[in-house]
């Protein structure tokens, strides 16, 4: 998964528990209502939403104190994974002995599936939470889309076709149905791992006696205010309806269509293309977005100023940034480089020389993004003029110095017209150019 890369460890395990809990959404909501009528199953789905809407305003005045949110994360999210593991005995349970037995039965799968979803929208509550807490603000969209694409791509359609495939090779109902709400268990608690391990929360107060009455409080007053702010209300209210018939689709569509008539394996076997189409249009609709953030265009208006004055094209000032410094104008190196094109003492010496002799310019003014794209300009203009133009050449000229590569084009082994070099010895300089012409190439062809 290459599209990862840039996003950090902790915003690759925040994204991990929407893999992980889709495998509920689909296997629990979706199998389960087709061995009810629809007016059980739509009682019990109504009494957990019921539960969950309710609380939730509660729950996360708890959430807000700090050190509480992973603990009562892990809370609900263990109660729903406790909850579909037991469902994975219900099916081996004595349910065919008399019409008793398959009530009791029946009881206990409602209530585990009760039990499973208020763990499952609960342990929502704290994830959404946490974003604040893994990424910065303008790294929110990015982050959430892509966790949300990733429900859909891999955590609801693997587990389903799993459970196809098994039904379709000739494996008894219920050994299916026992195999996959265990697997569902396994899932989902395997995937919140990198979150548990690697997402700690950073927002919230120290809790303070008197803490919570207050904010349990302050949600009355919160409501009380909603009240009287008309668009807000019908806002939320509109968005309440909104959800719960998407919610209502999503977990009474099996159940309807048993009622219909229709084959269960079908059904299941429609909502697996249906889950894999809106993966696919999740995932090339957030691609845009990924590709924009991963190839950003900051300080535009300094590039494209000084790309026009030095003859280059913005995209090979765009690429030379993003891989000198990933556009941190404070950036550092080992070898004392700062700034966004990450120049050396010695290089900003030589060139203040070339283009502002007379100014009053010191080494920590590269630390001002203008004054750095500027000279960085300059030099990346030398070296493309240099060497003919070819931007490889000119990146290792630029990456391991001028008098490196004019060695390196005497060089037979390296070089076969003299003027630009075919082969890169050394490892950091073949990486380095491989970084500049890649990032150059996606830089043109997103923009």
């Known amino acids: 998964m290459g599209f990862l890369k840039k996003f950090t460890k902790q915003e690759i395990s925040w994204m991990m528990y929407d893999w992980a809990n889709s495998a509920h959404s689909v296997i629990v909501v979706t199998i389960l209502p087709i061995f009810f009528d629809m007016s059980t199953w739509g009682f019990a789905t109504s009494l957990a939403m019921a539960i969950v809407a309710l609380s939730a305003p509660f729950l996360g005045v708890f959430g807000d104190i700090r050190g509480m949110r992973k603990k009562l994360f892990t809370a609900f999210m263990l109660i729903g994974v406790v909850s579909v593991a037991g469902l994975s005995f219900t099916p081996f349970m004595d349910f065919t002995a008399s019409p008793d037995a398959a009530g009791r039965v029946a009881a206990i799968v409602l209530v585990l599936y009760i039990t499973s979803t208020i763990g499952f929208d609960a342990s929502c509550i704290y994830y959404d939470a946490f974003l604040t807490d893994v990424t910065t603000e303008d790294r929110m969209d ?24 098994m039904n379709a090779v000739g494996v008894p109902m219920l050994t299916c149905l026992g195999f996959i709400f265990g697997l569902t268990a396994v899932w989902w608690l395997v995937f919140s791992v990198p979150l548990l391990k690697n997402c700690e929360q950073t927002s919230g107060k120290p809790y303070k006696k008197g803490d919570v009455g207050a904010s349990i409080k302050n949600v009355f007053t919160t409501m009380k205010e909603i009240g009287a702010d008309k668009p807000m209300l019908i806002y939320i209210i509109s968005y309440f309806f909104y959800i719960d018939g998407v919610h209502t689709i999503i977990s009474m569509s099996t159940s309807y269509g048993t009622n219909l008539g229709l084959d269960s394996a079908g059904m299941l076997l429609a909502l697996l293309l249906v889950l894999a189409l809106a993966g696919t249009l999740l995932f090339s609709t957030f691609r845009d977005k990924i590709e924009h953030w991963e190839y950003p265009q900051r300080f535009t208006e300094y590039v494209e100023y000084y790309a026009g004055k030095y003859g280059i094209d913005p995209m090979i000032l765009y690429a030379f940034i993003r891989t000198e410094s990933n556009f941190d104008p404070n950036a550092d190196s080992d070898a004392g480089a700062r700034g966004l094109m990450q120049i050396t003492e010695v290089t900003f010496d030589w060139i203040k020389m070339k283009i502002a002799p007379t100014e009053n310019l010191t080494f920590d003014d590269l630390y001002d993004p203008e004054t750095n794209i500027r000279f960085g300009s300059y030099f990346v203009s030398y070296c493309l003029d240099r060497y003919s133009g070819h931007l490889a050449t000119a990146a290792a000229a630029y990456h391991s110095g001028v008098g490196t590569v004019d060695g390196l084009l005497g060089q037979e082994a390296y070089s076969t017209d003299g003027v630009t070099l075919d082969h890169y010895p050394y490892p950091q300089m073949r990486l380095y150019v491989k970084k500049i012409t890649e990032s150059y190439q996606h830089y043109s062809e997103i923009y």
Do not use: A, E, M, W
């Open 142 to 165: 990015s982050v959430s889309t892509l966790g949300y694409g990733l429900g859909y791509i891999g955590g609801s359609p693997i587990p389903l076709l799993i459970f196809l495939i």
